[in-house]
């Protein structure tokens, strides 16, 4: 129900952190009594090596849709191809086409498209645009690691 922007193959880095099981309650994992989830206190976090972003479906197609992409469930940007991703961010938000965007993920689906109809929950322009952001920091990230950017 969730699409993730990442730099392809940037991975992840396994912590050790503190249990947080129950936090605040009176039954939370402690020395004395431990949750029976955690290794004696300490519980893995994974964190993703370079930024990366995850969103719901429908914003995820609202985003591919801003970006003149065919909203797929997965797929792969060559690095060859960030610039002008990048040029398109950009340009979405500093003119007003978001608005029209919003319209069009409204507009995704439904009869005669083969595809179910998307409800558009809370998507409107702030988040839409919030959103690009998001992706652009995934973009430049993987210029920077000189790699392609995969979602799914
Ligand atoms: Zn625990």
Known sequence: MSVTFAVAGA?????????????????????????????????????PRAPEVNMANVSAAAVLDVLGETSEPFGEWPLAQLPALRR???????????????????????????HARVVFAGMDEARLSRRLRDLDTVLAAAQAAQASVVWG
């Open 88 to 114: 398109r961010i950009v340009r979405a938000l500093s003119t007003n086409q978001l608005a029209q965007h919003e319209q069009a993920a409204y507009a995704h689906g439904g009869p005669g498209t083969g």
């Open 11 to 47: 991975g992840h880095d396994v912590e050790r952190v503190p249990c947080t099981f129950g936090e605040g309650e009176e039954w939370a994992c402690s020395p004395d009594a431990r949750c029976g989830y955690c290794d004696n206190g300490l519980e893995e976090r994974h964190v």
